[in-house]
């Protein structure tokens, strides 16, 4: 299981659009499942309001041994 913390995302983001962003930061296409363990939103900048997640990622093993 891997954490990825300060994950951003647009507020209308599905989990498809989440799994795309893991697999982009991961460079990999071997996600098995992924879960949001918490999630917040930035609305710091008023025209950039956004999720800040926080996401536990299971990926095959034989790709981060």
Do not use: Q, W
């Not at 995302?9 to 918490?38: M, P, Q, V, Y």
């Amino acid at each position: 299981m891997i954490r990825i913390v300060n994950l951003h995302c647009e507020l209308s983001d599905g989990e498809a659009e989440i799994e795309k962003n893991l697999r982009k930061l991961l460079k990999t296409d071997k996600i098995n499942s992924f879960r949001i363990a918490r999630r917040s939103i930035d609305a710091r900048k008023k025209n950039d309001v956004h999720y800040v997640l926080t996401v536990d990622a299971s990926v095959s093993s034989e790709e981060y041994i």
